[in-house]
């Protein structure tokens, strides 16, 4: 990480360990693991809203959860970012780019190398996305 970039005065090995990181009403000194799969609401209304995305929060761990977001603002910090997206894997965050970047007739480089199964996503889906 470059120093000079960095809106922190923390060192990026403090960083590494520490940006993003919110204590929970139980005060643990280390990142919390949230292993659940949902999330509790007061009412339906508000389990409805967040839903909609009306309310912020959280609602099903495969969308996001309080581990995700730690890690995406500690990784954004690392890097000087404002903020960073985590995928589930190499393959997520290859077709999270091309279905943002991409449009149908878009012509698109890649490299021979590219792992054989993202070859049909270049060739066949992308013309389907838009």
Known sequence: ?????SNS???????????GRETSEFREHSQSLF????????????????????LEGYTYSRFTNP???AFQQRLAALEC???AIATASGMAAIQAVAMALLKKRSHC????????????????LVQIWH
Do not use: C
């Open 1 to 5: 990480m470059n120093q000079e970039n």
């Open 9 to 19: 005065p923390l060192h990026p090995e403090t960083l590494a360990i520490r940006a």
């Open 35 to 54: 292993l659940t799969s949902s999330f509790t609401y007061d009412s339906a209304e508000q389990a409805a809203a967040m839903f909609m995305g009306e």
């Open 67 to 69: 581990t995700v977001s």
């Open 81 to 83: 970012g404002d903020s």
């Open 109 to 124: 480089v890649v490299a021979k190398p590219v792992w054989f199964h993202h070859q049909p996503v270049f060739r066949h």
